[in-house]
């Protein structure tokens, strides 16, 4: 499976993005899909996930309420909603595949996208 996210940039505190991750598989329903994020000296930390059929999500609690993240799965693709953005949000994010789901600890995806950097200005 290969993924690629994009959508990241630069906004100030408050605003909004959203992030994108298209997934090459063929059996995109097959995976579990997660957003991860790793600020500068910081370990890779774990955003939101979302089952096969959409229909199940969870989220950190830091983004709980601000953050939604969706599929698309005709489109092969899993959204990121970000909302309030705060500068604590700046990192890079990154989507994973994974085929449990509930994971939250980044060892245990199987597939990563290469990063999308979201900065947030005070």
């Known amino acids: 499976v290969q993924l690629q996210a994009s959508g990241g940039g630069l906004v100030q505190a408050g605003g909004s993005l959203r992030l994108s991750c298209a997934a090459s598989a063929h059996t995109f329903t097959d995976y579990v899909m997660g957003w991860f994020r790793q600020a500068p000296g910081k370990e890779r930390e774990f955003v939101s996930v979302?089952?096969?059929?959409?229909?199940?999500?969870l989220y950190a609690d830091s983004v709980k309420g601000r953050f939604t993240i969706s599929r698309d799965n005709a489109e092969n693709t899993v959204y990121l909603q970000m909302n309030n953005l705060k500068p604590e949000d700046t990192a890079v994010y990154y989507c994973a595949a994974d085929i449990m789901y509930g994971n939250t600890l980044p060892h245990l995806y199987d597939y990563w996208g290469q990063g999308t950097l979201v900065t947030v200005s005070s």
């Open positions: 979302i089952s096969w059929s959409g229909n199940s999500t």
